[in-house]
């Protein structure tokens, strides 16, 4: 169906995420038994895969030369796309050399994945090497360490269970694991959803996003997922409403235009910042510098007054206004009513990084965000139901909550001991509370009661402390000065410039060395990407 005249705008980084079984469907539909076509879409998803690896590939540490892959091919148009893409590395210029475990002699071949295979051949001649499987071929293999594993075997098509030979290829695979630096699996991991299924540190999702990847726990076997969009929603998406949705990297646009010259600071919106704590002032501190690097064109810090001056030093840029405090540190009461003036200058608040957790603060947080009606981020200490619920009380007219909790959070504002991630609850919880909720972990969803945005964006160097106060002030910033989008986009474009920033600084040094401020540093990378 034609896109509805709300997504009008939003098809240009928002796609739908369909099952295997739709996906077919909307490829039929788009290429039919077009040969052209549908090698059109091969030459897409595989120049545009053979780029994402080679760029991603660097948080495995230095490439070597030449840079040795193991492609694990099937008949069908996965192992293409993998040929495709090693024919545009090695074209690039890039020194390669190549084994090919097959499923299948190269007479056994689906058509395009033939002419993919004849390419390959052309631009890496003797490099590359074709090797049916056997345990022979095990045996010559012996040893043998490589660069990358490239996963075409078994594609969308896949129905459990695992069999012979793809079966043995991928248990040989996961016995060869420590000789290999970085796994790949193209579209879907081989055998998804089954123990002895490829496990892939990245897996590129090539035109369409699938389900299976997106699911509860998926992120074990399809690591993090990268999303390449070649073009299949540029006129329509499906028919039926899809309720979770892909983000890619054009979110960003609207963040890489040149600002307009007659421009002044309050053009970019001005955020209040309210947190901070004896035990843990250096979240505010973050909360504030990525509120400053988010954009936004004036930044004020409302933090117990003992800290103030100790904290302004380290972030210059920002206004700092010291509150009433208790002798515990934690603000007083009558901090309220310094808020309540302070939130009258401001476009957007953030509330709650570094804050104490007991009741006399956990009241406070609630006042601030049931009497002062700005779009406002709540995170961290103000991850409380009663916090959550007083968004409740604020006139409809309000801007909106936005709350950023990851899953042990999360499960404590639905008052249970844990929770796994289910669609239909998120949907159902931010419908009741009439809030955005940022829900972290390995992938991060953005909801806000009728859609769910899957920001793919990010990995595990985001598993630290500290990048969720950064993620707040990026929101408070969007939403402060995002004059572009709604409240949701807006909070979807900070949580995935966080992640996309997280991406540029693995790529650069490594996921393990790096402290949670280096993330500031990757804002700006992440858009002259």
Known sequence: MALPREWQRMRTWLHPILTPEEALSWETRLLGEDEARTWEAMTAAGRALGAAIWRDFPEAGTPANPFRVLLLAGKGHNAGDGLVALKHLAESGIALEVDVV???????????????????????????????WSPRTAELLQGRRWDLCLDGLLGMRFRPPLR??????????????????????????????????????????????KSPLTEAGASSQAGRIRYLDIGFFDAAVPDGEAKEWVVHDGILDALRRVRPADSEKRTYGRVLVVGGSRAMPGAVLMAARAAVRGGAGLVTVAVPGRFAGRLAGACPEAMWLPMPELPGGQPAPDSLALLHEAAKRADAMVVGPGMDTDFGTRQLIVKVVRDCHLPTVVDASGLYPEVVASALARPERS????????????????????????????????????????????????????????????????????SGDILAGLIGARLAGGASGSALEETVRAVYWHGAAADSLARRRGAVAVATTDLLDGLADALRA
């Open 102 to 132: 097959a499923a299948s002699e190269p007479g056994a071949l689906r058509p395009l994945t033939s002419r993919a295979l004849r390419g390959a051949v052309r631009a890496l001649g003797g490099a590359l090497h074709w090797r049916l």
């Open 164 to 209: 012979d030979p793809g079966g043995a290829i991928l248990r040989w695979v996961a016995n060869a694991a420590d000789r290999v630096r970085f796994r790949a699996a193209i579209d879907l991991p081989s055998g998804v959803g089954e123990g002895d299924g490829f496990h892939a540190d990245a897996t590129y999702a090539t035109g369409i996003c």
């Open 399 to 466: 801007g909106p909550v936005v709350v950023t909790p990851h899953l042990g959070e999360y499960a404590r504002l639905l008052r249970r001991e844990r929770v796994r991630y289910d669609r239909d609850a998120l949907l159902e919880f931010c419908r009741r509370h009439r809030v955005i909720s940022v829900l972290k972990g390995p992938f991060t969803r953005v909801c806000d009661g009728s859609r769910i945005c899957f920001c793919p964006a990010g990995g595990p160097l985001l598993a630290r402390g500290g």
